[in-house]
């Protein structure tokens, strides 16, 4: 078998190449090697456009796409320097060997010249390229532009906490436990957690463990999910027999959360992703709720819709991502500015599209996990322009930053990720 930094190589590969996102989905939780893969997959992508910038440095010419996997060696290569613990030595030779195991004997040479420069002028190149911010913060310089010009203030911690490691949060199902009562039992199997900040319903663990660790996960008594994200069926705030849409579901935590805090709507769960959708249903399976799931557009209502306004509509709509980079690092390779102007005309049309469904004095929820205005008020305000009956309504969230309208949380490195709420009311006619 391949070793973990030739497999880890060939995950990166069309990553780097900008031909699809990371996906260690083949990769058996059982394999020994999945630890190694997993740390060196997205640890490299955290850190890449630095990485990309030291390559540059490093390589005479420029490797070609189809040998994307040798590039992505250097990389590894580079992170295992940079970033871990691992003795600069064995750095190097698994890393020249993966080559040989990918059948690219011819980059061995190559690879082992390039990382032992590297080694030996560190300093020189960090003093070089210290004032080069793609190099000093590892994001691309279209998305360093937009931060420090949105969040003057906050750039250095947003950049902060798209380069660290996650941490992981559960959801406590309070229908059937309470959150001291998980603590509890987490600690009686040496699991250290402690209460969230935002949601009744959060608890961070110190370390992150497997899922099968944790107390009850197989029967719905917890589930994983950021603590910002709980935010969302908290502020929605689902009452008895209200008919609930949730609007873009998939995965599903969301779509769970609400029925944890009232089981007896009838809810809605669409997804346009057929794939994505069925895990939706793993996860009510597992939680022991029942919902209408479909996969469905959300904005072509002649697909999918019965006529019947809904009292609650939940809108997680897509965007760039940019507040969850740690969790999905590929962001900072994949996405692009005109991937945010396509992703705000998908959001203004949901906007526009789903508020005609929605009962007078009804709510709805806009969300996203972006830190970027153009997906948020300002999609928000468009929509509103011109309206008269919409009513933003005051959220009052501790650690938030307030918008206009709607309030930002942005990603903490020890904290919760990056997300925008907006609540809005619709004026009964008349």
Request: hydrophobic content about 40%; proline content about 5%; charged content about 25%.
């Given at each position: 078998m391949k070793n973990a930094r030739a497999r880890a190589a060939q995950h990166l590969a069309p990553v780097i190449c900008k031909q699809g996102a990371l996906s260690l989905d083949s990769v058996d939780p059982e394999d020994p090697d999945r630890g190694l893969i997993s740390e060196l997959c997205y640890g490299t992508l955290r850190y890449l456009p630095a990485l990309q910038v030291i390559s540059e440095k490093l390589l005479h010419k420029k490797i070609r796409d189809k040998d994307a996997d040798v590039l992505a060696?250097?990389?590894?290569?580079?992170?295992q320097i940079r970033y871990l613990r691992v003795a600069d030595h064995a750095a190097v030779s698994e890393t020249v060997q993966a080559a040989k195991q990918l059948k690219k004997s011819?980059?061995?040479g190559l690879l082992n010249a390039a990382l032992r420069n590297y080694l030996g002028a560190q300093e020189k190149f960090d003093a070089e390229l210290n004032s080069n911010p793609i190099y000093t913060t590892a994001h691309p310089q279209w998305l360093i532009n937009s931060i420090q010009r949105q969040w003057p203030d906050q750039a250095q911690q947003i950049f902060d906490a798209a380069n660290s490691r996650p941490p992981m949060t559960l959801r406590v199902n309070l229908q059937k436990q309470t959150r001291d009562a998980l603590r509890s039992e987490l600690a009686e199997l040496s699991v250290d957690s402690f209460p969230g900040k935002l949601c009744v319903s959060a608890l961070q663990l110190k370390s992150a463990v497997a899922v099968h660790r944790i107390p009850g996960f197989d029967k719905g008594f917890a589930s994983v999910q950021d603590e910002s994200a709980q935010l969302a069926a908290e502020l929605l705030s689902p009452q008895k027999m209200a008919r609930v849409l949730d609007?873009?579901?998939?995965?599903?935590g969301k779509t769970g959360h609400l029925l944890e805090l009232c089981p007896e709507i009838s809810l809605t769960a669409l997804d346009?992703?057929?794939l994505r959708i069925a895990k939706v249903d793993q996860n009510l399976h597992r939680l022991g709720y029942t919902a209408d799931?479909?996969?469905a557009d959300a904005s072509d209502l002649d697909s999918w819709w019965d006529g019947k306004a809904f009292d609650r509509i939940l809108i997680d709509a897509p965007c760039s991502g940019t507040g969850?980079?740690?969790r999905h690092p590929d962001i900072k390779q994949l996405r692009t500015p005109e991937d945010v102007s396509g992703f705000r005309e998908r959001q203004i049309n949901l906007l526009e599209t789903l508020w005609s469904t929605l009962a007078g004095g009804g709510k709805l929820l806009y969300v996203t996990c972006s830190i970027l205005k153009s997906e948020n008020q300002d999609v928000v305000n468009h929509f509103a322009k011109g309206r008269n009956d919409v009513d933003f309504l005051p959220i009052q969230i501790e650690g938030a930053i307030q918008c206009n309208p709607g309030i930002q949380l942005l990603p903490l490195a020890d904290g919760s990720d990056g997300f925008y709420y907006v609540l809005m009311a619709k004026q009964s006619e008349g």
């Amino acid at each position: 078998m391949k070793n973990a930094r030739a497999r880890a190589a060939q995950h990166l590969a069309p990553v780097i190449c900008k031909q699809g996102a990371l996906s260690l989905d083949s990769v058996d939780p059982e394999d020994p090697d999945r630890g190694l893969i997993s740390e060196l997959c997205y640890g490299t992508l955290r850190y890449l456009p630095a990485l990309q910038v030291i390559s540059e440095k490093l390589l005479h010419k420029k490797i070609r796409d189809k040998d994307a996997d040798v590039l992505a060696l250097l990389f590894i290569g580079l992170y295992q320097i940079r970033y871990l613990r691992v003795a600069d030595h064995a750095a190097v030779s698994e890393t020249v060997q993966a080559a040989k195991q990918l059948k690219k004997s011819w980059a061995t040479g190559l690879l082992n010249a390039a990382l032992r420069n590297y080694l030996g002028a560190q300093e020189k190149f960090d003093a070089e390229l210290n004032s080069n911010p793609i190099y000093t913060t590892a994001h691309p310089q279209w998305l360093i532009n937009s931060i420090q010009r949105q969040w003057p203030d906050q750039a250095q911690q947003i950049f902060d906490a798209a380069n660290s490691r996650p941490p992981m949060t559960l959801r406590v199902n309070l229908q059937k436990q309470t959150r001291d009562a998980l603590r509890s039992e987490l600690a009686e199997l040496s699991v250290d957690s402690f209460p969230g900040k935002l949601c009744v319903s959060a608890l961070q663990l110190k370390s992150a463990v497997a899922v099968h660790r944790i107390p009850g996960f197989d029967k719905g008594f917890a589930s994983v999910q950021d603590e910002s994200a709980q935010l969302a069926a908290e502020l929605l705030s689902p009452q008895k027999m209200a008919r609930v849409l949730d609007a873009c579901a998939a995965p599903g935590g969301k779509t769970g959360h609400l029925l944890e805090l009232c089981p007896e709507i009838s809810l809605t769960a669409l997804d346009i992703d057929e794939l994505r959708i069925a895990k939706v249903d793993q996860n009510l399976h597992r939680l022991g709720y029942t919902a209408d799931v479909r996969a469905a557009d959300a904005s072509d209502l002649d697909s999918w819709w019965d006529g019947k306004a809904f009292d609650r509509i939940l809108i997680d709509a897509p965007c760039s991502g940019t507040g969850v980079m740690r969790r999905h690092p590929d962001i900072k390779q994949l996405r692009t500015p005109e991937d945010v102007s396509g992703f705000r005309e998908r959001q203004i049309n949901l906007l526009e599209t789903l508020w005609s469904t929605l009962a007078g004095g009804g709510k709805l929820l806009y969300v996203t996990c972006s830190i970027l205005k153009s997906e948020n008020q300002d999609v928000v305000n468009h929509f509103a322009k011109g309206r008269n009956d919409v009513d933003f309504l005051p959220i009052q969230i501790e650690g938030a930053i307030q918008c206009n309208p709607g309030i930002q949380l942005l990603p903490l490195a020890d904290g919760s990720d990056g997300f925008y709420y907006v609540l809005m009311a619709k004026q009964s006619e008349g």
